[in-house]
Nanobody, 122 residues
Framework: QVQVVESGGGVVQAGGSLRLSCAASRFAFSTKCNAWFRQAPGKGREGVATIGYSGMRKYADSVKGRFIISRDNAKNLLYLQMNGLEPEDTAMYYC????????????????WGQGTQVTVSS
């Protein structure tokens, strides 16, 4: 059974940085497309960034230039480096593994983590 677990969320002031990590068991991030999603209170879940098995990255317009998705194949970890955080980035962040089509919109991940909360204070 594949398990995906996020960590690294917390409370940070606007302009600050956080790095989220995601670990998986019985699944190798390097073999498939994976992503980070987020869901703010009262809003739908949105794709933040994807990274394909080739390493190609895509970002939502709202985070381009501020967030970086990366992967450590040796440690089998997925990361989301978040810089220049804004109050609008406050949300539950989810790690998503194995996304057919590797799309931020429409792709349905096979595996989800339980989420890690990120709160940005103004």
């Amino acid at each position: 059974q594949v398990q995906v677990v996020e960590s690294g969320g917390g409370v940070v002031q606007a302009g600050g940085s956080l790095r989220l990590s995601c670990a998986a068991s019985r699944f190798a991030f390097s073999t498939k497309c994976n992503a980070w999603f987020r869901q703010a209170p009262g809003k739908g879940r949105e794709g933040v960034a994807t990274i394909g098995y080739s390493g190609m990255r895509k970002y939502a317009d709202s985070v381009k230039g501020r967030f970086i998705i990366s992967r450590d194949n040796a440690k089998n970890l997925l990361y989301l480096q978040m810089n220049g955080l804004e109050p609008e980035d406050t949300a539950m962040y989810y790690c998503a593994a194995d996304i057919p089509g590797c799309s931020l919109v429409g792709g349905v991940p096979k595996y989800w983590g339980q989420g890690t909360q990120v709160t940005v204070s103004s």
